[in-house]
């Protein structure tokens, strides 16, 4: 049978995402393995959202809130916006791809820092629309060649701040700057997915003051500091005529019932998040010593993970440390050849990880 | 800053869910009973701390459990957030205007032609027979098409098509392109046709976890075809969400659907309930659609449907009225437990 996919389907490499811990243990035939693969929580998430989980399973037989009423009123509470600039989605990836349905049509296009999250790359192709990439310099996101790759064409921008995979980011100033470059009819989607954990009090932090320009969309999500990577639940924030347009191309009930109660119980759980963050901070600045120790260059980072130049092919480097059950993920596909990127872990899996790395860069036959 | 096909497009509305009063919720098709009580067992014992991981992309547990259900293989099944996204992935995989119309029901679910109008497809609504049942052979007279789609039992008629209807109009549909049936209310006394797939390889049957599984709020739908059929939704998937379906729906899914003595019980309830709401209206001079569905589409002589919405949402019930030429003298009352629908038989007697 001859299937009619669009040609733009065809045409997209698929997102790899980190495989599961699950599969790779059976692979391997390896137990007990350390994930610092996908930027997760190694604390997991809240016990209040369990116990909110817990308490609200009665109602499973109902559809969820397709109006997401409870949480959205919380994070409306928190940031000081109104609900009505605020969308929740099936993970931020939710977001992303509708924000591309609705704004770009056939031959339009968008641009994007490369490399950042592939994500972006995906949805503008599945939506018909053309990805523009506009190089780092270096490991930082150039605002410059972003605001210059800017056409006549373009419907939006995307940019990833602290950047994924390079844990790079920019500051306030250099972001007012560019957006004076950007024209008016153009959407700025800010993703934030790490944005708990910059340390740099000049970064820009797109909430600070949330809807200071019309065309600004941040996201975040509950999957990175909030352990909720199971869940499945991002947001945006954004003017309204914009939350309005996305409101008809989702899907009405996008976000189940569960998944709902549990992130609007980790939104409460202010001390938990905070012990989350500095877990995970503690583990960055310990890695990146233990690493620079052994001789390697740590990126800098303001997130929960950082890129490493192990200096040897990083996808053999990934291979080996999979016998010892660590799992971090190589940064070939991103042009990035002698790299891992890896996220701090607790304080044990941290330790595995540095131990297992030395066993495998001292095997001369991956240096050689 | 909006994109032209952003104009035309007239989004689904979802029946609604009232926040502020008590009512009897009989308007969006939920099971009114619970789901099996292993899902309550899982829960208590679940690891939160596997929420910190990412989903599995592939689905690998879940799939093999509805294998084994539908006695299929793996690779013939794909698992979406709830059957409207495995619809949308769907229509994104399989059809287009270059082949000609997309062919569906006039009287249906409503997404079938926000869908279209989102992804651009050219659709061709076919009427309903005299009956209010779906004609088949108009699928056959209309040319070229670049598809078919229709819900079996129907939506909102909850009339159902036999299987050797169905296998006859497979046999007689062209075989390059892809025939949907959306079997979300199979289960209330269909047969599933699931069994065809093995046999044509253009057909896709979509399933949901919304309405006989009681698990609407876990957002769970499945499609089983050939396996080819099933790549490419994957490979819609991928360029949409990586893990459209969560760590604890996936568990709550696998377990629920191992529990057959369960759910046979709570549908025989259903089924009960219908025939006895049928049986109830029409002896009070309303005409009710033969249902195999867990709703029933009825009407009453001299009433308006939007009248009798009005008249028992005053009472309490909420029920659904569809604004539209063709069926505005209807409502559609979905079935709940059996003291819910003699509480609204008593209301229907009280007040029209």
New interface residues.
């Given amino acids: 049978m001859k299937l009619s996919i669009p040609e733009q389907i065809l045409s997209i490499a698929p997102y790899e995402p980190g495989k599961p811990i699950e599969e790779i243990e059976r692979e391997y035939g390896i137990k007990k393995s350390v994930k610092l693969a996908s930027n997760e929580n190694p604390l997991g998430p809240s016990p209040m959202a369990a116990a909110a989980v817990l308490e609200n399973i009665g109602n499973m037989h109902r559809y969820p809130d397709g109006a997401w009423h409870q949480l959205r009123s919380k994070l409306a509470e928190k940031y000081g916006v109104s609900t009505d600039t605020i969308i929740i989605g099936n993970g931020s990836d939710d977001i992303i791809a509708i924000l591309c349905h609705a704004f770009l049509a056939p031959g339009d296009n968008a641009v994007m820092p490369f490399p950042s999250f592939l994500m972006y790359d995906i949805s503008v192709r599945a939506a018909g629309g053309i990805p523009v990439r506009a190089p780092l310099n270096g490991m930082a996101i150039d605002l410059d060649a972003v605001a210059g790759a800017i056409t006549p064409g373009t419907r939006m921008v995307f940019l990833t701040n602290p950047n994924n995979p390079t844990g790079s980011h920019f500051s306030r100033n250099d972001f007012q700057r560019f957006l004076k470059a950007v024209p008016e009819n153009v959407l700025v989607v800010v993703d934030e997915a790490y944005a708990e954990f910059v340390r740099d009090p000049d970064a820009y932090n797109a909430l600070e003051t949330p809807l200071a320009d019309p065309r600004i969309v941040c996201l975040r999500t509950f999957s990175k500091a909030y352990g909720l990577a199971g869940f499945r639940v991002g947001y945006g924030i954004m003017d309204p005529s914009v939350a309005d347009v996305l409101h008809r191309v989702r899907q009405p009930f996008n976000v189940n019932s569960l998944a709902q109660v549990a992130a609007a119980a980790a939104l409460d759980d202010v001390a938990f998040l905070e012990k989350s963050v500095s877990v995970m901070l503690q583990g960055v600045d310990f890695l990146e010593a233990e690493l620079t120790a052994m001789g390697l260059v740590v990126h800098p980072t303001q997130a929960n993970f950082f890129l490493v130049d192990v200096k040897a092919d990083a996808s053999r480097v990934f291979q080996e440390l999979l016998k010892y059950g660590v799992i971090v993920r190589a940064m070939g596909a991103y042009g990035f050849d002698t790299c891992l990127r890896v996220n701090a872990g607790l304080e044990s899996e941290n330790k595995t990880f540095i131990a297992a790395l030395k066993q495998v860069l001292n095997d001369s036959d991956i240096n050689g | 800053?909006?994109?032209?096909?952003?104009k035309n497009?007239s989004?689904?509305v979802?029946g609604e869910?009232p926040?502020n009063r008590k009512f009897v919720?009989l308007n969006?098709n939920?099971?009114?009973?619970?789901?099996s009580p292993d899902?309550?067992e899982l829960?208590?014992g679940?690891d939160?701390?596997?929420?910190?991981?990412?989903?599995?992309?592939l689905f690998?547990d879940l799939r093999q459990v509805i294998a084994d259900r539908y006695h299929i293989d793996p690779k013939q099944v794909f698992v979406g957030?709830?059957s409207?996204?495995v619809l949308?992935f769907a229509f994104?995989?399989?059809?287009?205007s270059?082949?000609g119309d997309l062919l569906f029901p006039e009287h249906t679910y409503s997404f079938y032609p926000v869908y279209c109008d989102?992804h651009g497809i050219n659709y061709k609504k076919l009427p309903l027979k005299g009956d209010f049942s779906i004609d088949l052979s108009g699928f056959l007279a209309s040319g070229k098409t670049?598809g078919v789609i229709f819900p079996n039992p129907n939506a909102p008629t909850g009339m159902l098509i036999e299987l050797a209807a169905i296998e006859e109009l497979m046999e007689k549909l062209p075989?390059?392109r892809?025939v949907l049936i959306d079997e979300a209310y199979i289960d209330f006394g269909g047969e599933s046709a699931v069994s065809l797939i093995g046999r044509f390889?253009?057909l896709l049957v979509v399933k949901t976890y919304?309405k006989s599984l009681?698990?609407?709020?876990?957002?769970i739908g499945f499609a089983m075809g050939?396996e080819?059929?099933i790549d490419?939704l994957?490979?819609?998937k991928?360029?949409?969400?990586?893990?459209?379906?969560?760590?604890?729906?996936l568990a709550?899914a696998e377990i629920a659907m191992k529990d057959v003595a369960y759910y046979d019980g709570i549908t025989e309830r259903i089924i009960k309930s219908r025939e006895t709401l049928t049986r109830e209206l029409a002896a009070l001079g309303w005409e009710v659609l033969p249902s195999k569905a867990n709703f029933v589409f009825a009407r009453k002589e001299g009433l308006d449907g939007r009248e009798i919405y009005d008249r028992l949402r005053e009472e309490g019930f909420l029920v659904r009225h569809f604004n539209t030429d063709g069926i505005r003298d209807f409502v559609r009352i979905t079935i709940g437990t059996e003291e819910m629908t003699e509480g609204l038989t008593r209301k229907i007697k009280e007040i029209f």
Avoid at chain 2, 48 to 57: E, F, S, T, V
Wanted: hydrophobic share 35%.
């Fill in positions: 800053m909006f994109s032209e096909r952003m497009l989004p689904y979802p869910q926040r919720k969006t939920e099971n009114p009973y619970p789901p899902v309550q829960l208590k679940f939160a701390g596997k929420l910190r991981l990412y989903p599995d992309p690998t957030n709830g409207d996204e949308a994104y995989a399989f059809f287009d270059i082949n989102f670049s075989k390059d892809v390889k253009n919304s009681s698990l609407a709020g876990i957002r050939d080819k059929l490419a994957f490979a819609v991928d360029s949409f969400n990586s893990y459209p379906a969560d760590v604890l729906s709550i």
